[in-house]
Protein backbone atom coordinates (compact mmCIF):
# COMPACT_ATOMS: atom_id res chain seq x y z
CA UNK A 1 0.00 0.00 0.00
CA UNK A 2 1.50 2.88 -1.35
CA UNK A 3 1.66 6.24 0.82
CA UNK A 4 0.27 4.50 4.03
CA UNK A 5 1.52 7.08 7.03
CA UNK A 6 2.97 5.26 9.86
CA UNK A 7 4.48 6.87 12.86
CA UNK A 8 7.74 5.58 12.62
CA UNK A 9 9.44 8.70 12.20
CA UNK A 10 7.82 10.48 15.01
CA UNK A 11 8.59 7.46 17.53
CA UNK A 12 12.66 6.74 16.34
CA UNK A 13 14.69 7.49 18.78
CA UNK A 14 18.19 8.76 18.69
CA UNK A 15 20.75 5.90 19.47
CA UNK A 16 21.82 5.81 23.04
CA UNK A 17 25.86 6.10 22.28
CA UNK A 18 26.00 9.20 19.48
CA UNK A 19 22.85 10.04 19.80
CA UNK A 20 22.42 10.01 16.03
CA UNK A 21 18.76 9.17 14.37
CA UNK A 22 19.99 8.10 11.16
CA UNK A 23 22.35 5.57 13.18
CA UNK A 24 19.41 4.24 15.18
CA UNK A 25 17.24 3.77 12.06
CA UNK A 26 20.63 1.84 10.47
CA UNK A 27 20.55 -0.29 13.62
CA UNK A 28 16.61 -1.28 13.61
CA UNK A 29 17.68 -2.71 10.15
CA UNK A 30 20.30 -4.81 10.98
CA UNK A 31 18.16 -6.08 14.03
CA UNK A 32 16.94 -9.72 13.33
CA UNK A 33 13.97 -11.27 16.06
CA UNK A 34 13.58 -8.22 17.69
CA UNK A 35 16.98 -8.79 19.02
CA UNK A 36 17.73 -4.95 19.44
CA UNK A 37 20.95 -5.89 21.63
CA UNK A 38 22.72 -7.72 19.70
CA UNK A 39 22.20 -5.63 16.50
CA UNK A 40 23.46 -2.40 18.74
CA UNK A 41 26.63 -4.33 19.59
CA UNK A 42 27.30 -5.39 16.20
CA UNK A 43 26.65 -2.07 14.92
CA UNK A 44 29.00 -0.49 17.81
CA UNK A 45 31.85 -2.74 17.07
CA UNK A 46 31.48 -2.16 13.18
CA UNK A 47 32.09 1.84 14.25
CA UNK A 48 34.81 0.90 16.63
CA UNK A 49 36.81 -1.17 13.54
CA UNK A 50 36.13 1.92 11.32
CA UNK A 51 37.27 4.41 14.32
CA UNK A 52 40.40 2.34 14.19
CA UNK A 53 41.03 2.84 10.41
CA UNK A 54 40.59 6.04 10.50
CA UNK A 55 42.94 6.81 12.33
CA UNK A 56 45.53 4.79 10.63
CA UNK A 57 44.92 6.46 7.43
CA UNK A 58 45.85 10.13 6.70
CA UNK A 59 43.44 11.44 4.44
CA UNK A 60 39.73 9.70 6.07
CA UNK A 61 37.36 11.12 7.95
CA UNK A 62 38.19 11.55 11.52
CA UNK A 63 35.50 9.51 13.01
CA UNK A 64 34.12 6.37 12.78
CA UNK A 65 30.27 8.26 12.54
CA UNK A 66 31.91 10.17 9.90
CA UNK A 67 32.32 7.00 8.03
CA UNK A 68 29.27 5.87 8.12
CA UNK A 69 27.48 8.58 7.33
CA UNK A 70 29.63 8.99 3.98
CA UNK A 71 28.92 5.80 3.24
CA UNK A 72 25.86 6.19 3.29
CA UNK A 73 25.70 9.49 1.43
CA UNK A 74 27.62 7.18 -1.37
CA UNK A 75 25.48 4.39 -2.07
CA UNK A 76 21.99 6.47 -2.32
CA UNK A 77 20.54 6.16 -5.69
CA UNK A 78 18.71 8.43 -7.36
CA UNK A 79 17.33 6.77 -10.24
CA UNK A 80 15.53 3.27 -10.32
CA UNK A 81 13.58 1.87 -12.94
CA UNK A 82 10.13 0.33 -12.38
CA UNK A 83 8.39 -1.67 -14.55
CA UNK A 84 5.28 -0.79 -15.92
CA UNK A 85 2.64 -2.25 -18.05
CA UNK A 86 1.51 0.15 -21.43
CA UNK A 87 -0.41 -1.85 -24.45
CA UNK A 88 0.78 -5.56 -23.16
CA UNK A 89 4.18 -4.90 -22.97
CA UNK A 90 6.40 -4.58 -19.84
CA UNK A 91 8.69 -1.15 -19.46
CA UNK A 92 11.17 -0.93 -16.99
CA UNK A 93 10.63 3.23 -16.80
CA UNK A 94 13.14 5.27 -14.80
CA UNK A 95 12.06 7.52 -12.08
CA UNK A 96 13.30 9.38 -9.57
CA UNK A 97 13.91 8.03 -5.65
CA UNK A 98 12.50 9.78 -2.72
CA UNK A 99 15.07 10.85 0.47
CA UNK A 100 12.73 8.09 2.13
CA UNK A 101 13.38 5.20 -0.34
CA UNK A 102 17.16 6.40 -0.96
CA UNK A 103 18.08 5.68 2.43
CA UNK A 104 15.83 2.60 2.75
CA UNK A 105 18.10 1.57 -0.35
CA UNK A 106 20.90 2.20 0.58
CA UNK A 107 20.73 0.28 4.41
CA UNK A 108 19.28 -2.53 2.50
CA UNK A 109 22.35 -2.53 0.31
CA UNK A 110 24.69 -1.98 2.76
CA UNK A 111 23.81 -4.95 5.21
CA UNK A 112 22.61 -7.39 2.27
CA UNK A 113 26.52 -7.29 1.10
CA UNK A 114 27.45 -7.46 4.65
CA UNK A 115 25.66 -10.72 5.08
CA UNK A 116 26.21 -12.34 1.70
CA UNK A 117 29.84 -12.76 2.69
CA UNK A 118 30.06 -15.96 5.06
CA UNK A 119 33.03 -16.84 7.56
CA UNK A 120 33.38 -13.61 9.64
CA UNK A 121 31.95 -11.95 12.67
CA UNK A 122 29.13 -9.24 11.15
CA UNK A 123 30.52 -6.49 12.92
CA UNK A 124 33.81 -6.77 10.93
CA UNK A 125 31.95 -7.70 7.70
CA UNK A 126 29.93 -4.44 8.29
CA UNK A 127 32.84 -2.38 8.62
CA UNK A 128 34.48 -3.74 5.88
CA UNK A 129 31.19 -2.90 3.48
CA UNK A 130 31.25 0.78 5.08
CA UNK A 131 34.71 1.37 4.97
CA UNK A 132 34.54 0.38 1.02
CA UNK A 133 31.13 2.53 0.50
CA UNK A 134 32.64 5.14 1.86
CA UNK A 135 35.29 5.18 -0.66
CA UNK A 136 32.84 4.49 -3.24
CA UNK A 137 34.19 0.43 -3.70
CA UNK A 138 32.59 -2.46 -2.45
CA UNK A 139 29.31 -4.69 -3.20
CA UNK A 140 26.85 -1.82 -2.02
CA UNK A 141 28.38 0.47 -4.45
CA UNK A 142 28.49 -1.56 -7.12
CA UNK A 143 24.93 -2.32 -6.83
CA UNK A 144 23.78 1.50 -7.09
CA UNK A 145 25.79 1.71 -10.30
CA UNK A 146 24.01 -1.19 -11.67
CA UNK A 147 20.93 0.31 -10.70
CA UNK A 148 22.22 4.04 -12.27
CA UNK A 149 23.39 2.40 -15.25
CA UNK A 150 19.75 0.62 -15.84
CA UNK A 151 18.05 3.68 -15.67
CA UNK A 152 20.23 5.28 -18.03
CA UNK A 153 19.99 2.20 -20.58
CA UNK A 154 16.14 2.82 -20.36
CA UNK A 155 15.81 6.28 -20.04
CA UNK A 156 14.15 6.56 -23.76
CA UNK A 157 11.15 5.51 -21.74
CA UNK A 158 11.06 7.81 -18.98
CA UNK A 159 8.02 9.93 -21.17
CA UNK A 160 5.55 6.39 -19.85
CA UNK A 161 6.57 7.99 -16.36
Not at 59 to 83: I, Q, T
Not at 130 to 155: C, S, V
Request: net charge positive.
Amino acid sequence: MAGRITKSEEQLRPDPKFNDLVLSKFINCVMRDGKKSVAQRVVYEAIDILDERAKKEPEAPDSGLEVFHMAVENVKPYVEVRSKRIGGANYQVPKQVTKRRQQSLAFRWIIGAARSEKGRPMAIKLADELWAAAKREGKAMATREQTHRMAEANKAFAHFA
